[in-house]
């Protein structure tokens, strides 16, 4: 049965190991106890958080003032070259489980944390590979915006739901084939409506060779320590900006001697150029190892990482005319301006 708990703190069910607590917290095992949460604050009236693995977050020290719903329904299925997962899945299992499986397609996503809903949602990418890639459909609720305090649109209002499907019921089930994801760089349908909850995703893959992928993704995980750092963070905390400026993109072939992909440079570089490694507000740290990772090196506060990300933003921008915008997706922060 569905356990609601009060004032639950969020900080560790984040890998920031940041933030206030939830005023209302559950983990929803099944889609249907997702259901059952999303009743739950209905009936109270009370704004939505959807929690996946937490590695892509930034709650504010006040928390959240809603139902945060932790997403655990993890069973996944694998079917020739079909795996449908839980939204609550771990991405690095199922990365694990079908290549065991004997399929290919998905070895770029190891070492990624979190959840196949969140790495859907985000388009998570890494190694040249994205979700967009191996995504076949997903399967979502859209949740009606019963509280005055969710300010966000509903996914009819912005297109999101698929003109085809009429809304049959108060909270719709819907299908989502891969075109109507209109995914792009970490951007989705589902980013676009905040109202829209995944519940399960099937993933198509290919047969591949075990032993290769075994070995894909050894080297993957071997790529990936370099430049991990030892403190609790976010991952990447803003976007690779795409760049126009030709004497930029000059700078940066002939700095790192690699050509820029899709018209975007590593957010890192820029930071790194503007002096900002190392850089610290209180317990909030620019990463000495990646510099687009902000690190907890310790008590970092919520408000230590926004004053951070806010020096990091306006010198990027001053030397290089570039806006760097948040990857990290801010929770609690609703109400404020950042
Ligand atoms: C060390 C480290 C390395 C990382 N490396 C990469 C990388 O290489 N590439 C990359 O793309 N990312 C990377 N990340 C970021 C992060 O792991 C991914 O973005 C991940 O996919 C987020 O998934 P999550 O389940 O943790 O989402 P969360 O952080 O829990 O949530 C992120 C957002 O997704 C929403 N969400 C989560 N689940 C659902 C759902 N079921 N339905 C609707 N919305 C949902 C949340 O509401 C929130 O807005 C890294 C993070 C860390 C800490």
């Known amino acids: 049965m569905l356990n609601i708990q009060r004032n639950i703190s969020l900080a560790k069910y984040t890998t920031l190991k940041v933030g206030g607590a939830a005023r209302f917290f559950c983990e929803a095992k099944s889609e249907k106890e997702i259901l059952e949460a999303v009743k739950f604050a209905e009936e109270k009236n009370l704004p939505v958080f959807v929690l996946g693995g937490g590695s892509n977050i930034l709650v504010n020290d006040q928390g959240f003032s809603g139902l945060v719903i932790k997403i655990l329904n ?22 694990q489980e079908s290549i065991k499986a004997g399929l290919t397609g998905l070895e770029w996503a190891a070492g990624i944390p979190g959840t196949v809903g ?105 790529e990936r320590k370099k430049s991990q750092s030892i403190y609790p963070s976010p991952g990447s905390f803003f976007k690779n900006p795409i760049v126009k400026d030709e004497k930029l993109i000059k700078e940066f072939e002939i700095d790192t001697g690699q050509k820029i ?12 150029r503007a002096g900002l490694k190392g850089k610290k507000i209180g317990s909030a740290m620019v990463g000495e190892e990646h510099a687009n990772f902000i690190v907890n090196t310790g008590n970092a506060t919520a408000e230590n990482v926004v004053m951070l990300a806010a020096i990091v933003k306006t010198r990027v921008r001053n030397k290089f005319g570039i806006q760097l915008k948040e990857e990290v997706q801010m929770v609690g922060f609703e109400k404020k301006v950042l």
């Open 74 to 95: 993890t069973k996944h299925e694998i079917r020739n070259t079909i795996v449908e997962c839980g939204a609550g899945a771990s991405l690095s299992k199922i990365v």
């Open 118 to 222: 969140g790495a859907v949602r985000g388009n998570a990418g890494a190694f040249g590979g994205c979700m967009a890639e191996v995504v076949h459909s997903v399967k979502v609720i859209e949740i009606p915006n019963f509280s005055k305090a969710r300010l966000f649109p509903s996914a009819k209002q912005v297109g999101g739901i698929p003109q085809s499907q009429a809304l049959k019921s108060q909270l719709p089930i819907t299908n989502y084939q891969l075109r109507e994801c209109e995914f792009a760089y970490r951007e989705s349908v589902f980013k676009q409506n905040p109202n829209l909850i995944i519940l399960s995703v099937t993933l198509k893959l290919k047969k591949g060779d075990r032993k290769k992928s075994e070995e894909l993704l050894k080297e993957i995980l071997e």
């Open 261 to 272: 992909k899709d018209k975007k440079i590593p957010a890192g570089y820029f930071i790194d």
